[in-house]
């Protein structure tokens, strides 16, 4: 299974855009990229996913660089709701996710 | 449209025992994986079914098994429990299985389960 990093934690201001990056610099070309959040006291929940092309939904956007060894998760606008533990995997299996340690957000009022 | 659910919710069970946790998927999905959350693991993928057959299994024991229902409904038994069991237990549904590693899991709440 391809390895992903990313930072372990990272600050933002609410109602500010939120880049949350990702390393996966031996991702395959069947990998998807996928994120999922885990608010606390939840399950995770899905956010987006891609293969080559940027990605927009109503949660976020997926910036995948060129070459898609990193891709940046934007939150366009911060909320509080939004404080959670961020996960980047790599996934070319159906059915089974990944996890690593993520990233946690904390939102700041 | 419901979501997952999973039942219980909480258990408390004691070392040696047996337990089996239960997941209903949303409606329509035909896939069920399971995952043990940790607080020094995190999260591990335990298997995966679809049409009632176990498509991806992960690195545990073999005391760690399940099974799905005609109905997509799956269930996930862990026998002899150990300490170390304590954990969340999630499940996940998705759509297909098939080409699909594009295809988004959805979560239910969780069993918290806790082994004395």
């Known amino acids: 299974d391809a390895k992903t990093t990313q930072p372990n934690s990272m600050e933002s201001n609410e109602e500010e855009p939120v880049h949350l990056p990702c390393n996966h610099s031996?991702?395959?070309?069947?990998?998807?990229i996928h994120w999922y959040r885990q608010l606390p006291s939840q399950g995770p929940e899905y956010v987006i996913h891609?293969?080559?092309s940027n990605v927009n939904n109503r949660m976020a956007s997926l910036a995948i660089a060129e070459d898609r060894k990193s891709s940046t998760l934007i939150l366009h606008r911060a909320t509080l709701r939004d404080a959670a533990v961020y996960y980047c995997?790599?996934?070319?299996?159906?059915?089974?996710?990944?996890f690593g340690q993520g990233t946690t957000l904390q939102v700041k009022p | 449209k419901a979501g997952v659910t999973q039942t219980p919710r909480y258990l408390i069970k004691t070392r040696g025992q047996q337990v089996t946790l239960s997941c209903s998927p949303i409606?329509?999905?035909?896939?069920v994986s399971w995952y043990q959350q940790t607080p020094g693991q995190g999260l591990q993928f335990l298997f995966e079914?679809?049409?009632?057959?176990?498509?991806n299994k992960g690195n545990f024991p073999g005391r760690f098994s399940g099974r799905q229902f005609s109905n997509s409904r799956s269930e996930m038994n862990v026998s002899t429990l150990e300490l170390g069991d304590s954990a969340l237990y999630l499940c996940?549904?998705?759509?297909?299985?098939?080409?699909?590693?594009?295809?988004?899991?959805?979560f239910g709440p969780g069993t918290r389960l806790t082994v004395t």
């Open positions: 079914y679809f049409s009632e057959t176990q498509r």
């Open positions: 409606s329509g999905h035909r896939s």
């Open positions: 891609g293969l080559t």
């Open positions: 996940a549904s998705s759509l297909g299985h098939g080409s699909g590693a594009s295809y988004e899991q959805y």
């Open positions: 995997i790599l996934r070319d299996v159906p059915g089974k996710l990944i």
């Open positions: 031996t991702i395959s070309g069947t990998d998807y």
